[in-house]
C-alpha cells in the first residue's frame, strides 16, 4: 500500500501533458518498470475505461488501485493522484480571487488564452482522427457540433449520438428516430447559487461525462455559463488555463469553479462531485467490463460516444476561440504555440510562456 501512494503520488506531482501522457507515464511504472500488470492486462484496462463515464487517466490509476488492494487501495491510489493537483488548483483560485481583476492579472491571462485555445485544438485533432473513422461517423460529429451551436442540450446530444449510432451499426432497419432525444436547451434566468445545487450538477456530469477532459469544458459552459449563470465565458476560459498549468487530472478545474463561486466548502464539493462517479463505477465495474469490449452492441456505442464528445468539444473550441483570439498579438501567440507543439514541447511550459508574453505585450 506504500508503495502504490508514493507512486501516485509522484504522478499526481508530475503528470504534466494531458490524459494520454498520464496514462503513457502510468504504463511505464506498473508494466515496465514494476511489472503489476501486462501489457495485454494493461490495454484490456484502458478500453474499459473507455466503456464508463469520467476522466480515463484517472480512472486507469483506480484500476491499479484497486487490482492491487481492492477497495483501499482504490482509495488511497485515487486521492493520492488527485490531491496534488487540487491543492494547486486551490491555491491558484485564490490568487485568481484575490488579484484576477489586477491589470498584470488580465495581462497575464490575455497571453495564455490563444495557447489553451491551441492546445483545446490540438486535442481535438487527434481525437478526431480516431474518433471519425468513416464519413458516417463524421457527420454524426458534425451534426452534433451544429445542434450544440444551436442550443440543445449537450447530454441528450451525447447519448443521442451513441443510440443513433448502435442502431445503425447492429439494426439497420426500423430505427427509432434519435431526434426525439435531442430536446433544446431552454434560455433561463439565473438560478440564485447553492452549494447543494453547485455539489449535485458536478455529480452530473461526472456521472455522464465520456471522452477528453476538454469534454468537461463542454458541460461547465452548459450548466454553468448558459443555464444557471453562475460563470462568465472569460471565467471558463480561465479554469481551463488553470487546468493546463497544474500536473494531474484536468478535471481539476471543477476545484477552480467550486472555489470561486462557493469558497473552500464549494472548491471540496465541487471536487467530490465530479470524482466520485469515477470511484463508484470502478470499484463496481472493475471485475467484469472489460469483457464488454468485445460486445458489437457496446463497441457500437462507444463510437457514438466518441464521436459526440468530439462535436461538443469543436463547439465549445469555437466559442472560447472567439473570445480568446481578438487582436494580431492573441493570433500570433496561437500560432507561435502551434508551432512549438510540433516540436512536443510540454503544455505547462506553453501555458507559462503565454503568461510571460501577456506580461511582456502590457509592457509594451
Not at 497571453?111 to 487527434?126: F, M
Not at 455539489?199 to 459552459?221: E, H, M, N, P, R
Not at 507561435?336 to 507543439?341: D, K, M, S
Request: aromatic share 10%; glycine share 10%; with cysteine.
Amino acid at each position: 500500500m506504500r508503495e502504490l501512494a508514493t507512486l501516485c503520488l509522484q504522478l499526481g506531482f508530475t503528470a504534466f501533458g494531458g490524459p494520454a501522457a498520464h496514462i503513457a507515464m502510468l504504463r511505464d511504472e506498473v508494466v515496465t518498470r514494476r511489472g503489476w500488470l501486462t501489457e495485454q492486462h494493461f490495454l484490456d484496462l484502458l478500453g474499459a475505461t473507455n466503456l464508463i463515464p469520467g476522466p480515463n487517466s484517472t480512472e486507469m490509476v483506480l484500476h491499479v488501485g484497486f487490482l492491487r488492494r481492492g477497495w483501499p487501495g482504490l482509495l488511497v491510489a485515487g486521492l493520492c493522484f488527485i490531491s496534488p493537483a487540487a491543492l494547486a488548483v486551490l491555491a491558484l483560485a485564490w490568487l485568481y480571487q484575490s488579484y484576477g481583476s489586477l491589470p498584470q492579472a488580465a495581462w497575464l491571462l490575455y497571453g495564455v488564452k490563444p495557447v489553451v485555445i491551441v492546445l483545446i485544438l490540438q486535442a481535438l485533432w487527434l481525437l478526431g482522427r480516431t474518433a471519425a473513422r468513416s464519413a458516417w461517423l463524421a457527420a454524426v460529429g458534425a451534426a452534433v457540433f451544429a445542434l450544440y451551436l444551436l442550443g440543445f442540450n449537450e447530454i441528450a446530444l451525447l447519448f443521442g449520438a451513441a443510440l443513433l449510432v448502435t442502431l445503425v451499426a447492429n439494426a439497420r432497419g426500423g430505427l427509432p428516430p434519435a431526434a426525439a432525444l435531442l430536446a433544446p436547451l431552454s434560455i433561463l434566468p439565473a438560478v440564485p447559487f447553492t452549494l447543494s445545487g453547485l455539489f449535485w450538477t458536478f455529480l452530473k456530469i461526472g456521472t455522464v461525462l465520456y471522452g477528453s477532459g476538454y469534454v468537461l469544458f463542454a458541460f461547465i459552459q452548459a450548466e454553468f455559463v448558459t443555464r444557471l449563470g453562475w460563470l462568465s465565458e472569460q471565467q471558463l476560459i480561465d479554469a481551463i488555463a488553470v487546468g493546463q498549468l497544474t500536473p494531474g487530472p484536468l478535471f481539476t478545474s471543477a476545484t477552480f469553479v467550486g472555489y470561486l463561486l462557493g469558497g473552500l466548502p464549494g472548491s471540496l464539493l465541487a471536487t467530490v462531485g465530479i470524482f466520485l462517479p469515477s470511484f463508484l463505477l470502478v470499484g463496481l465495474t472493475a471485475r467484469w467490463l472489460p469483457r464488454l469490449r468485445q460486445s458489437a452492441w457496446a463497441a457500437a456505442f462507444l463510437d457514438g460516444v466518441n464521436i459526440a464528445s468530439v462535436g461538443l468539444m469543436a463547439a465549445v473550441a469555437w466559442q472560447l476561440g472567439a473570445a480568446a483570439l481578438v487582436d494580431l498579438p492573441t493570433i500570433l501567440i496561437a500560432i507561435l504555440t502551434a508551432v512549438l507543439l510540433r516540436y512536443k514541447v510540454n503544455s505547462a511550459w506553453l501555458v507559462l510562456g503565454g503568461a510571460l508574453a501577456g506580461l511582456l505585450i502590457s509592457l509594451l
